[in-house]
Each structure stands twice: as C-alpha cells, then as structure tokens.
C-alpha cells in the first residue's frame, strides 16, 4: 500500500507571494491533518479535513487555508508569505475507523521563505 | 506555558544503553497517547501508543502513561545507532484529530 505522498517536496518563495502544497492521502483514509514544524514550535496543527469538510483547526491566521477533494487528496495555500512561514509542512491521513488517532505521515514539504 | 513539555536534548547514550525519554502535560482531557520517531528529512513516524494509562510493551520499547501525575514515558531496551533520530511525544482527547505534539527529544546512540 504506498503512503502518504506530499509534493512538492521543496519550494523557496520571497515575501508576499502565495504557496499550494499538495498531499495523497493513503488510499482508503478520508480524514487529512496538516501539520507545521519548525525547530522553535516543533509540530503545530493546521487543520484536520475530513469528506471535504473542515473539522479541526489550530490557531494559525486566515492566511493560512486548505481544502480536500471527493478523492480524499487535500491541498493548503498560503497566502502573503511571511518569513516566518518556512517550514516543514507536513501532511498525515487517516482511517478514522480506529478507537485512536493513528496518523500516518507523509515526507513533508519543505518551504523556504525568503 | 506549553500543553506538553519536552526536553530536546540531545541526548547521548552508548550501543546496548537503556533509553528513557519524557514527557510531561497539562491537559486532562487527554486520553490517546503515542510517540512517534523522526529521521532526519523524513515525516514522523509511529512507534507505539497508549490509550489511557498502563504500560505497553513492542519488542525493544515500552510506553507508560501516568496519568495522576500528567507524565508519559518511552524507555528503549538495547539501544542501536539506527535508533539515532528525534522522538516526539505526541495526544489528543478521544475523538477528535487533532495531536499535540511535544517539540522532540533528538537520540544519538554511539557504536
């Protein structure tokens, strides 16, 4: 069964520009969590989708978005990049059919904001 | 303050040492517990997790959860380099997708 692909799987950007990170999810699970990781807040939850629909979010702003598609793939955008956006973005999925929230993760997309 | 605490570290140990790695919370609702491991360049990874508290034992690791006392526990039996990584605690309350992440203790096991 092939894992949770994320691409691309690096993107430099400057200031101001906006950024689509892509994500397919294991084939199978319906619920798509996105995670931000930097070296100072570690991993921090963006929002979880889940057929189609938003279900969870963080405390990030509105210039962070995302969406999930019939298909189960979901995608995040980011608008007017800051610096302080670069990051690994990582996506995870899963089945939801499970007493817990195993998570599987995908490689990440590593974004650089200059 | 952080809803769960992790030392960074790193921390060294020598091939065959026993590894114990921490992690500390503020939240009761917390009910699923896992610790997941990081390769450099890599997305993590899930070793093992503890639904409530208890013990849970997978070969060379062992989780426990103490939940009086908000403190989660990994413990490594016969380090090996491959071992070498970032370990990250990770919860969540019962339903719901949303894990909270410690900020990773990185393990550098030494042949």
């Known amino acids: 069964k092939a894992g949770v692909t994320q691409t691309p799987r690096y993107l430099i950007k400057t200031r101001g520009q906006q950024v689509t990170l892509s994500c397919s999810p294991i084939s199978g699970h319906r619920s798509v969590s996105w995670y931000q990781q930097t070296p100072g807040q570690g991993l921090q939850f963006l929002f979880e989708?889940?057929?189609?629909?938003?279900?969870n979010k963080g405390n990030f702003p509105g210039r962070f978005s995302g969406r999930q598609f019939s298909n189960s793939r979901s995608e995040m955008n980011v608008s007017t990049l800051e610096l302080g956006d670069s990051a690994l973005y990582l996506c995870a999925s899963s089945s939801v059919t499970r007493g817990y929230n195993e998570q599987f993760f995908g490689p990440g997309t590593r974004l650089t904001v200059l | 303050q952080k809803e769960v605490e992790q030392d960074p570290g790193p921390l060294s140990v020598p091939e065959g040492a026993i590894v114990s790695l921490n992690c500390t919370y503020s939240n009761s609702a917390f009910q699923y517990f896992m610790w997941y491991r990081q390769y450099s360049r890599k997305g993590p990874e899930l070793l093992m997790y503890t639904y409530s508290s208890g013990n849970k034992e997978d070969g060379r690791f062992t989780a426990q959860v103490d939940k009086s006392s908000k403190y989660i526990s990994l413990f490594i039996r016969d380090s090996q380099p491959s071992d070498s990584a970032t370990y990250l605690c990770a919860m969540s309350p019962p339903g719901f997708q949303k894990l909270v992440f410690g900020t990773g203790t990185r393990l550098l096991v030494s042949p």
């Open positions: 989708y889940f057929s189609e629909t938003q279900r």
